[in-house]
């Protein structure tokens, strides 16, 4: 007789139970970025949203605020920390490529053996470790799960360079993941268009900079394409997103769009016919564009700011370099 394999079990269900969040130290005004750029402290408000950005010390580290993001979240799910089983953090900006993040996040955070790696999907990193997470506990590989978007973006960014530099923040947000009787994270839309994947991009590898070939690496984007691609592409994956979740936009509670630009966040708004009633993440006014720590920021924000938000449904995307992208509706802790 052939052997059968025992049937993997998890949870009926995955739900968020908490956030938690950390900012670069340092408010950064567009005053103090606009001499080596030839720009204006008018012109970034107004094609951008944004007024400040926080952005870290010398000293604080990527990993040090994924750690102090993931402390909060475990702390006000009050869920044991040895309980955790799964650390998956999103970053594209650590310099130190081996350890992950996640494995020393894990340890920091007293989640002991818990699998742990780390994600490369930039602005999406967050939604696409949600993703995971919530597939994860459902058939059985994990229980209780942090994920973790975090970047300290300032260590890769150019003064000079005028294409993405002044956008950039640093920051943290973490969330913790574990079984629930109910539905708490939907079907996830997720994808990618590597045909634009210098859309946004290093623009120097490791070696060129090593045997003098190029400066450090530092990030670099086509802004109207990516913005041309996010306001029509990445309209529509909502759409869908709310479609397969069975949700209309009425019953949502919040949306939060990857902190990107805010004239790309008052697009989406209104391609998605947002009655006034839902609430809109707009973080990047003063916390700047964190990648992959800027869905939980933004989140951890508006639930600090509208704790009455708290059960309700909010419609989350992110999306950048690769191209990537991913979407889901979560209920708020
Ligand atoms: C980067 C971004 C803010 C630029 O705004 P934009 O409105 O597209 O600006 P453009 O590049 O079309 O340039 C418009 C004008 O501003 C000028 N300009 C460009 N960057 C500038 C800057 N940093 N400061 C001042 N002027 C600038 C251009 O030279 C151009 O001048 P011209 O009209 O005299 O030719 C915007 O494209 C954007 O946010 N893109 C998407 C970002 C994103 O979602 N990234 C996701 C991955 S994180």
């Known amino acids: 007789m052939t052997p059968t394999l025992n049937e993997a079990v998890g949870s009926a269900h995955s739900r968020i139970y908490a956030y938690g969040a950390a900012r670069g130290e340092n408010a950064v005004p567009n005053d103090d970025l606009i001499g080596p750029i030839d720009s204006s402290d008018e012109w970034i408000r107004q094609r951008t949203g944004i007024v400040t950005r926080t952005r870290a010390v010398k000293e604080t580290t990527a990993v040090d605020l994924a750690v102090a993001a993931a402390a909060q979240a475990v702390e006000r799910a009050g869920v044991d920390p040895a309980e955790i089983d799964l650390v998956v953090v999103a970053t594209i900006s650590n310099p130190r490529q081996t350890p992950s993040v996640s494995a020393i996040v894990a340890d920091r955070v ?25 597939a994860l506990i459902r058939s059985g590989g994990a229980r209780h799960a942090l994920v973790i978007g975090t970047e300290k973006l300032s260590d890769i960014v150019d003064p000079t360079d005028r294409s993405i530099s002044f956008l950039l923040g640093d920051g943290a947000g973490a969330a913790l993941l574990g079984p629930s009787d109910t539905p708490g994270v939907s079907q996830t839309l997720w994808g990618s268009d590597g045909s ?14 090593r045997d003098g070939e190029a400066p450090w690496p530092t990030l670099r984007q086509e802004g109207p394409t990516v913005f041309r691609w996010a306001v029509w592409e990445m309209a529509k994956v909502a759409k869908q997103t709310l479609e397969a979740a069975g949700v209309a936009p009425s019953d949502l ?19 998605l016919d947002l009655p006034e009633s839902v609430r809109i993440a707009r973080d990047i006014a003063d916390t700047g564009n964190t990648s992959a720590a800027s869905i939980p920021l933004a989140t951890h924000r508006l639930l600090e700011e509208n704790p009455e938000l708290s059960g309700g449904l909010a419609l989350q995307i992110g999306f950048g370099a690769g191209l990537v992208f991913a979407a889901q509706v979560v209920v708020l802790p």
């Open 110 to 134: 007293g989640a002991g053996t818990a699998a742990a790696y780390d994600i490369n999907a930039a602005c999406a990193g967050f939604c696409y470790g949600v993703a995971q997470a919530d």
């Open 196 to 209: 634009k994947s210098e859309a946004v991009r290093m623009n120097a590898t490791l070696t060129q900079f």
């Open 253 to 271: 509670a919040a949306f939060i769009p990857h902190q990107a630009n805010m004239r790309i966040i008052d697009e989406f708004a209104k391609q």
